[in-house]
């Protein structure tokens, strides 16, 4: 009897070779074209075969299931070589044609796939053609800048996509209970081997536990329950590393970014007189500078942020615009420029040359500790130059719908999690006409000449093949952002996370997912 | 048992007095940030430390004093005082009861939360913060009218329909000699007992609302803003005199409900 309850203790304890971490809520799909969330896209990212890779440590792009390829036209057209031998975990082939039908579905307004986003051009569909098992092209009518790196985010679906589908990358789901955990094995047909010749990957399985409370997550993996903590807040981070040093790693900064800026939107939010206040970039710059960013940092995120200078971080090395620097601390410097301006400083308090009193409401999203600090924070720096911020913490919902759709407030501070070191999604932000021109959205016309060169700088890398031409378009965007400040970029939090010693070959990464990007290349010991 | 019940009114007091005398008494300005002396331990300078921003912690809850014991309370007696006014007409008639009843619960099941956060869509963004505060807790009374109104209904039917009621009606008692005399003793008891649960609830509910944007915003200290850093058991460990508020709220239940009691030893 001894015998036997030892074995069921080996049975159901964690095996050796598996992986254990926490997602914070049930995954809403594992349909890979249909991965949204977070938690979603965490399965879609260990389970999918994807054609290239992006290295998350070097940037590089990696052969996947794609043994080669080719960008061609100008960056219009790409055709992909595959591997030979493919299979998808059940064993069912994987060919040039499944390639397509997924690429297909993505692109179908039908289907309403986010990753077909990725894809989808303002023109016409990309005209896809099979020449055989192995050999696929796509070509667009215009450049597609970044084309080869686009599918990173497509991961390649079976013919017939069952509750839970078979999948050609490391891992498939192979079990899921609502509320509890989802099981990921290892797939046995996987195609890639290391140096030795060993089938990849080395964990037999990976178990996703779903917890949403982040303190007994970090409880459960100070109890070594769970191996790996992939997004870590900074208290979380500092009791890592007091109570398992060598558990906790910092990447530096990550590609995220905290922020905030003024609504300009004409007839909402604020009344005229305050909107000349927005709308003036020297009142803006007053205002950047009067904020400490090192106590931003140093406060808010307990030492695990850095002063951000722009739109990007300084941790995506190749898009990053080294000449920027941010703005220091300078009250005195702010009520200077203010003053020029025609503000007066009595009793305390600012006043603009109608004798109105400077102040504005900034909201930003409750629960989001960090972000709640650096407001007081911001709020005390502008209180030494005699500016009243009145802080409105929103539920989520509601700001959102604030700043997307009613425009209704007044200045909002907010962050960005920023997944692809790419910045072609985020040059969106800048379009004056686009949606999610934060402080101005859908303009008729640009409202000022910088905004209107930022819009030629962002259509024309948009269209650009050449890394390098994006790159100047995009150097030049960000030294106008910095200069004329629309968004206020206050800090770049660090990625931190924690990884158990006993999980070998983690490469921490400043892109998501950090420490779990290299999964068929880990192993617990 | 006297003892015991000057003592807890003395508490109060003592309590009120720290609240209203905060802008004399409080060491620092509630939002001076000392940057350089963040979370840091109880001094001299700072006798009961300071929270992560740099801010005296004895100060803070001082105001916080100021705010949660004048209003919590406040908000309490709205809700008794709605719920006595519907419950007295309501408890005579059987219909009255039955249509209480069903308010009553139609009101206790409602999702508060999504009328909290309307009512926040629909404030103006730049509300001044003791606005903000009249707003929170006077909604929070007016929407808390359902608990008390149910047991003061409940319990005015029981006296209705009492052997002694009976006698004194019978007896030919004007009616508002029973209800100042006989009956209201009763009835204040009880509105007496529903204040004292309602005010620890309306402040732990104060801090709830913080998460909406309701309630009070920085810099403002409250209680109940003062009790959402014990969410983190680790800052507890180390920082054991941020349990200061909670220390408070506790003894402040405690003496409302000494005060409450009757003092009689039963037989």
Known sequence: ?525 | MKILRRGAAAALVFVGLCGALAPVAAPHPYDEQYREFLSAPPSARFPLGTDDLGRDRLSRLLYATLVSAALAPASALVSVAIGLLVSIPAAFSRYGRTALSGFATISLSLPWIFAFIALRAELPLDMAPLASLLITFGVMGVAGWAWPARILTAALAEMNDSGWMLQARASGLPVRRIARVHAWPHVAALAAAQFRVLVPVYILSEASLGLLGLGVSEPLPSWGTLLRELQHPDLIRANPWILAPLALLVLVTVCLEILGSSGEVPA
């Open chain 1, 1 to 525: 009897m001894n015998v036997v309850f030892a074995l069921l203790f080996f049975a159901v304890a964690a095996s050796p070779a598996e992986l254990r971490f926490a997602i914070a809520g049930d995954p809403k799909t594992f349909d890979p074209l249909h991965a949204e969330e977070s938690h979603s896209e965490m399965v879609r990212y260990l389970t999918s075969g994807v054609l290239v890779r992006v290295d998350r440590v070097s940037g590089e792009l990696k052969p996947e299931l794609a043994e080669s390829w080719a960008v061609k036209d100008g960056g219009r057209s790409i055709s992909f070589h595959l591997r030979a031998g493919l299979r998808f975990s059940d064993g069912s082939p994987l060919s040039a044609e499944d390639v397509a039908r997924t690429l297909r579905r993505a692109l179908d307004a039908k289907e309403g796939s986010p990753v077909g986003d990725t894809f989808r051009t303002s023109g016409a569909a990309p005209d896809i053609q099979v020449s055989g098992p192995r050999d696929i092209a796509i070509r667009y009518k215009t450049p597609k800048p970044g084309l080869d790196r686009l599918f990173d985010s497509l991961g390649v679906a079976p013919p017939r996509l069952a509750e839970l589908p078979a999948s050609a990358g490391p891992f498939f789901v192979a079990d899921y209970k609502r509320g509890v955990s989802v099981l990921l094995r290892r797939n046995p047909n996987y195609w890639q081997r290391d140096a030795a010749g060993h089938a990849l990957p080395y964990l037999d399985s990976v178990r996703l536990d779903i917890q949403s409370n982040h303190d007994i997550e970090l409880n459960r993996f100070l109890r070594n329950e769970i191996n790996v903590i992939d997004k870590l807040s900074p208290e979380n981070f500092n009791r890592v590393m007091r109570e398992k040093p060598g558990a906790a790693k910092s990447v530096g900064p990550s590609l995220d970014a905290e922020f905030f800026w003024f609504n300009q939107a004409p007839g909402r939010g604020a009344p005229e007189w305050k909107r000349k206040w927005f709308v003036s970039t020297a009142f803006r710059r007053a205002v950047s500078g009067a904020i400490n960013r090192e106590d931003l940092g140093r406060i808010a995120y307990l030492g695990r942020a850095h002063p951000a200078a722009g739109p990007i971080s300084p941790a995506n090395r190749f898009w990053y615009n080294a000449a920027l620097r941010p703005r220091a601390a300078d009250p005195e410097g702010a009520l200077k420029a203010l003053a020029a301006e025609g503000f007066r400083l009595r009793d305390g308090a600012l006043t603009d040359r109608d004798g109105h009193a400077v102040e504005f409401s900034l909201i930003t999203n409750a629960g989001n500790r960090p972000r709640e600090r650096m407001a007081a924070l911001v709020q005390s720096d502008l209180k030494k130059i005699g500016i009243r911020v009145t802080i409105a913490t929103l539920e989520f919902g509601s700001l959102i719908e604030r700043i997307t759709s009613s425009l209704n407030y007044e200045a909002a501070l907010l962050g960005l999690n920023n997944t692809d070191e790419d910045p072609l999604e985020q040059m969106n932000v800048f379009l004056s006409s686009g949606r999610e021109h934060a402080w101005w959205p859908q303009q008729k016309t640009p409202a000022t000449p910088w905004e209107a060169r930022i819009d030629e700088l962002v259509l024309r890398q948009a269209g650009e093949s050449s890394r390098e031409k994006r790159k100047a378009a995009i150097d030049e965007v960000q030294r106008i952002v910095a200069d004329e400040e629309p968004i206020i970029y206050l800090v770049n939090p660090d990625a931190l996370c924690a990884a158990a010693p006993s999980v070998k070959g983690i490469r921490p990464a400043v892109s998501s997912p950090h420490v779990l990007w290299n999964i068929e290349w880990l192993r617990v010991e």
